[in-house]
């Protein structure tokens, strides 16, 4: 395994209705929030509604930043840290999924950033030499989708729609103070939002588990317990959408996936790197961007980590060895996990997210741009070359 740094001083408030101590969690933190959600609240509103009710009732000057928009956009972001600034917010709180969450993130840090905004922004392109944050306003995360892990982590993903680019931020300063996790605020999410929030958590861990070290036994079995738990109660969550047990469950999953306790000294996410182009070029969710690239990326690389794809196909997908040999058992694995992937609803090939066969240079020029290393690959173990991309595009392509 490989040496690592390990820090995570999230604190984690968990529970069904624990959304009812924010203003008491907050007011150890700051008096002048503001809190960070989206343009079109939806469903969220009277959630919002209820939280600065909860704040003014502990004394605290309440603002909202209502204007994130899905793949928050490095113009926004600006438009939040200039809003912060000249209201001298000392605590952001970020209320929603993915998005909310790394646009509170991203404009916490953005309060304090001196340079563009978009160089703290992971790129290769032009050159530019990457700027993380140093410093960024206190932070209390609620998240109200069981998929980005956002709550817990140092990462805030954004996007540029000048570049089309969708990139991400890591710095130590974007860990959040506090994270409200309270499975009652995912039982009315959609059928569909909750599939490619599966679809996503699972891929934080798959990816690395696929792609990562191989003597790391610990990582893996994390890894392992994550994906069993979110393939086990995903269906749960499906048919009975007001089942706690399974919503707190995912929650918690989601959460560990990408907080750093699965994958220390570990952690290659490629498919990712490519799924962020299908966003950035084409809108497509970022779960579904997801789902619709798994299947297609083992089957063009399980043949070069074996021994990855069987422990997947026997630990994860359960499947029963008995007089198969090892291929079979790893093909069947990965047929299990696409037939997963499909019984919960997500696109499971590019056919189905609208991306054509002219789309497929485009994505590649993406990734490239963004993600490629210095040798001209896309890291992870063994490196993936932009040919190699292309056919494992192709495959994602069934006639
Ligand atoms: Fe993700």
């Not at 939806?42 to 939280?51: I, M, R, S, T």
């Not at 563009?116 to 030499?129: D, F, I």
């Not at 741009?369 to 056919?391: N, Q, R, T, Y």
């Amino acid at each position: 395994m490989n040496n690592f740094d390990f820090y995570n001083p999230v604190r984690v408030h968990f529970g069904p209705g624990t959304v009812k101590d924010v203003g008491l969690l907050s007011k150890e933190i700051g008096t002048k929030v503001c809190i960070v959600s989206y343009r079109n609240l939806g469903f969220l509103e009277p959630l919002c509604a209820k939280v600065v009710q909860l704040l003014e009732a502990e004394g605290i000057k309440v603002y909202t930043f209502f204007e994130a928009e899905p793949n928050p956009d490095i113009t926004t972001i600006a438009r939040g840290a200039d809003f912060c600034r000249n209201n001298e917010v000392d605590l952001i709180i970020g209320l929603g999924g993915g998005s909310a969450m790394d646009a509170a993130k991203a404009v916490a840090a953005g309060v304090f950033y001196k340079a563009e905004l978009w160089n703290m922004v992971y790129s290769r392109q032009y050159g530019t030499e990457v700027v993380p944050p140093e410093d960024a306003l206190p932070m209390l995360m609620i998240p109200t989708l069981p998929a980005t892990g956002s709550e817990m982590n140092q990462c805030s993903v954004v996007s540029n729609r000048v570049l089309k680019e969708k990139s991400f931020i890591w710095a130590e300063c974007l860990y959040p103070h506090t994270a409200i996790i309270d499975p009652e605020l995912t039982v009315s999410l959609p059928a569909y939002q909750t599939a490619c929030a599966a679809a996503d958590s699972i891929s934080h861990v798959l990816e690395i588990y696929i792609n990562g070290e191989e003597d790391s036994p610990l990582q893996h079995s994390f890894q392992e317990g994550v994906m069993r738990t979110v393939i086990d109660y995903v269906p749960l969550a499906l048919n009975e959408p007001g089942n706690i047990d399974a919503r707190a469950n995912l929650q918690w999953a989601a959460t560990c996936a990408i907080n750093g306790w699965a994958s220390p000294g570990d952690a290659w996410t490629p498919i990712h790197q490519v799924a962020h182009n299908l966003t950035s070029l084409f809108g497509v969710a970022h779960g579904a961007s997801l789902s619709a690239l798994m299947p297609a990326w083992m089957k063009s690389f399980s043949s070069r980590r074996k021994n990855r794809y069987l422990q997947f196909a026997l630990n994860v997908m359960r499947v029963v060895p008995g007089g198969k040999s090892e291929d079979e058992i790893i093909a069947e694995g990965i047929t299990a996990f696409e037939g997963f992937l499909k019984a919960i609803g997500v696109p499971v090939t590019l056919n189905e997210v609208g991306v054509k066969d002219t789309d497929l240079d485009s994505i590649i020029d993406g990734v490239k741009k963004v993600s490629f290393g210095e040798g001209g690959m896309l890291s992870c173990i063994p490196p993936v070359s932009a040919e190699d991309i292309k056919k494992m595009l192709k495959t994602a392509q069934p006639a």
